[in-house]
Structures are given as structure tokens and as C-alpha cells.
């Protein structure tokens, strides 16, 4: 079972350049997040889609973009990447409609440097 | 506005020994509490969680945790510690009320001594 898949895995930016971070998962779920993971903050909400079409802001939206044209994809994009946003960065899908009920499912995560 | 305590950031245990992770939370209302796990170099997966009923919950590889209302804990127990239990430890708080989003803790580290 793939699950929930993040591309790349490693990436190195040089600031003011663009890059997008792929999410993919199998799971027909509707539901799907972006997170954040800094040391001794736990992971910090990005942006979050309840459905195709739909996206919400999270806990740290500045600097990011997202779209969700399909149910399976949610591409995070950074427009002009700052040293700030080295992280390491996790997507995630829940099913059961996008409630807490439902068992949230992480990709293993994309390690973003910006020097 | 939710949020997550876990007062330990590292925690060093010998193998066999018990283990317990404090976790508190701050929400007026009753809220849903979830421990996850992360090995290194990978995503995070669930232990268990609490929405209602018995306050003690078991989860998978041998945890437990117990919702404490009136302490608003939900710590992290497992009676005898395994060298695979190294890992990293997040305890999260959602509210239907704050958009189903789930708010984690900083996580606490585990170490495991032979």
C-alpha cells in the first residue's frame, strides 16, 4: 500500500527561488494537511483541504501556497523560498470525511534546506 | 485557542523498564487527544486516541494513555520498555469547534539504554 507519498524527499534552495513539494495518497481520502516539523515545536499546521477545491489556511500559511484540483494531490509551494522555511516538511490524509475521528496518515517527509 | 504541553523534551530509560510520557492540554471543552510516534527518518504514526467513554486506552505495541479531566493530562504509559521504543513522541489536541485541526505538542525523545 502506498499510502501517502511526498516528493522529493531532500531539497536544496538558494533564497528567492521557487520550488513545489508533491503529496500524493491513495486512499480517496478528502482530507489532506501540510505541516511543518521544527525542533522542540512540534509540527505547526501550513494549509489544510477539506475536498477538491477547497483549501484553509493553518497555523503558519506566510510564505506557502496550495492547491487541491484532485483528490488524490495537494502540492505545497514555497514562491520565493527564505532560510526561515528550512524544515522539515510532512503531509498528511485522514479519512472518515475529514473528521477527528478518522485516522490521520503522514507521508515520510521532505527535508527542505534554504540557504 | 487549543494547545499542547509536554513538559519532557528527552527522556532516558532502560530497557525493560516503565516508561511515562506527560502530556498536557489546554481546551474548554471536552477535547480529542491522540498520541503519535516517529521513528527516525520517518513519518508519524498513531498509538491511540481518546474521544469519550473509558478514560483509559490501550493502544498499538503495548501503550496506554489515561485522560485525566481534571488535570487535563493524557499521559503516555508502557509497562516495560523495548530498545524498538526509541523514538519520538507528540501528543496532539483537535476540536470539531477549531475546524477538526489538530494541534501538536514539541514531542519528547526517547532514549533507550540497554
Known amino acids: 500500500n502506498a499510502g501517502v507519498t511526498q516528493t522529493p524527499k531532500f531539497q536544496v534552495l538558494k533564497t528567492g527561488q521557487s520550488m513545489t513539494l508533491q503529496c500524493a495518497q491513495d486512499?480517496?481520502?478528502?482530507?489532506m494537511s501540510w505541516y511543518r516539523q521544527d525542533p522542540g515545536m512540534g509540527l505547526r499546521l501550513i494549509h489544510y483541504s477539506v475536498g477538491a477545491g477547497i483549501t484553509d489556511q493553518g497555523e503558519v500559511p506566510n510564505g506557502y501556497n496550495v492547491s487541491r484540483s484532485t483528490t488524490e494531490d495537494f502540492p505545497l509551494r514555497l514562491l520565493s523560498a527564505a532560510p526561515s522555511q528550512t524544515s522539515v516538511y510532512f503531509c498528511a490524509s485522514r479519512g472518515d470525511r475529514g473528521h477527528l475521528t478518522g485516522e490521520l496518515f503522514f507521508g515520510e517527509g521532505s527535508r527542505l534546506t534554504v540557504l | 485557542a487549543q494547545s499542547v504541553t509536554q513538559p519532557d523534551i528527552h527522556i532516558t530509560v532502560s530497557e525493560g523498564a516503565s516508561l511515562e510520557l506527560r502530556c498536557n492540554y489546554s481546551?474548554?471543552?471536552?477535547?480529542?487527544l491522540f498520541w503519535y510516534v516517529q521513528s527516525p527518518g520517518q513519518g508519524l504514526q498513531l498509538l491511540l486516541k481518546?474521544?469519550?467513554?473509558?478514560?483509559l486506552v490501550q493502544g498499538i505495541k503495548g501503550f496506554e494513555a489515561e485522560f485525566k479531566r481534571s488535570q487535563s493530562s493524557f499521559n503516555l504509559r508502557k509497562p516495560s520498555v523495548h530498545w524498538s521504543d526509541a523514538a519520538e513522541y507528540f501528543c496532539a489536541v483537535g476540536a470539531r469547534a477549531a475546524g477538526n485541526k489538530l494541534t501538536f505538542g514539541g514531542g519528547t525523545r526517547v532514549l533507550v539504554k540497554p
Open positions: 481518546y474521544f469519550s467513554g473509558d478514560t
Open positions: 486512499m480517496n481520502h478528502e482530507y
Open positions: 481546551y474548554g471543552a471536552t477535547p480529542y
